[in-house]
T-cell receptor
Framework: SQQGEEDPQALSIQEGENATMNCSYKTSINNLQWYRQNSGRGLVHLILIRSNEREKHSGRLRVTLDTSKKSSSLLITASRAADTASYFC???????????FGPGTRLSVLP | EPEVTQTPSHQVTQMGQEVILRCVPISNHLYFYWYRQILGQKVEFLVSFYNNEISEKSEIFDDQFSVERPDGSNFTLKIRSTKLEDSAMYFCASALGWTRGTGELFFGEGSRLTVL
């Protein structure tokens, strides 16, 4: 299974601090994506990084990918209370179309 | 902005009954998915659908489950003879695909199924 596994399972930080979440996976991937889920809502795509990329930025988000270690990290800088949510990584196999999600990291940003 | 819509938002059913969950994917998307999430737990892949057929399914997606794209817009998940453990949030997602897009999945807001 290519399933991603995020850690930590839960993370609690103060507003303004940076939050780092990690994802590890098992098999070769085409790309890795990060999604966010507010409580009781659908998942929203945040950022995608392809297997030939090492780092990507989008606003306050920074994603890294290390294919040799089969791991990725999501950094949220200058966190806000509104960033409180669960964050999931999803990996796609080499065909690039079937996505498997990890168990997620629950981030709590305290005001 | 185009979005994936799901109905119903919440369905309560008796164990053993059949349930159909409906999804309207984004109109020009080519790949369709069903995922489920038991409360507070991980998002589990059920099935992917492309070119009017199942392209991949998980171990969860047994004979109790079926999917259909009966017309050009709807994508349905049928659960026959529901069990208590089928209680979960079911998410539909669609994607344009790599050749025409970024491969990003667009999710609906989910259908909460409660089996009593």
């Amino acid at each position: 299974s290519q399933q991603g596994e995020e850690d930590p399972q839960a993370l609690s930080i103060q507003e303004g601090e940076n939050a780092t979440m990690n994802c590890s996976y098992k098999t070769s991937i085409n790309n890795l994506q990060w999604y966010r889920q507010n409580s009781g809502r659908g998942l929203v795509h945040l950022i995608l990084i392809r297997s030939n990329e090492r780092e990507k930025h989008s606003g306050r988000l920074r994603v890294t990918l290390d294919t040799s270690k089969k791991s990725s990290s999501l950094l949220i800088t200058a966190s806000r209370a509104a960033d409180t949510a669960s964050y999931f990584c999803a990996t796609a196999d080499n065909y690039g179309q079937n996505f498997v999600f990890g168990p997620g990291t629950r981030l709590s940003v305290l005001p | 902005e185009p979005e994936v819509t799901q109905t119903p938002s919440h369905q309560v059913t008796q164990m053993g009954q059949e349930v159909i969950l409906r999804c309207v994917p984004i109109s020009n998307h080519l790949y369709f998915y069903w995922y489920r999430q038991i409360l507070g737990q991980k998002v589990e892949f059920l099935v992917s659908f492309y070119n009017n057929e199942i392209s991949e399914k998980s171990e969860i997606f047994d004979d109790q489950f079926s999917v259909e794209r009966p017309d050009g817009s709807n994508f349905t998940l049928k659960i026959r003879s529901t069990k208590l453990e089928d209680s979960a949030m079911y998410f539909c997602a669609s994607a344009l695909g790599w050749t025409r897009g970024t491969g990003e999945l667009f999710f609906g807001e989910g259908s909460r199924l409660t089996v009593l």
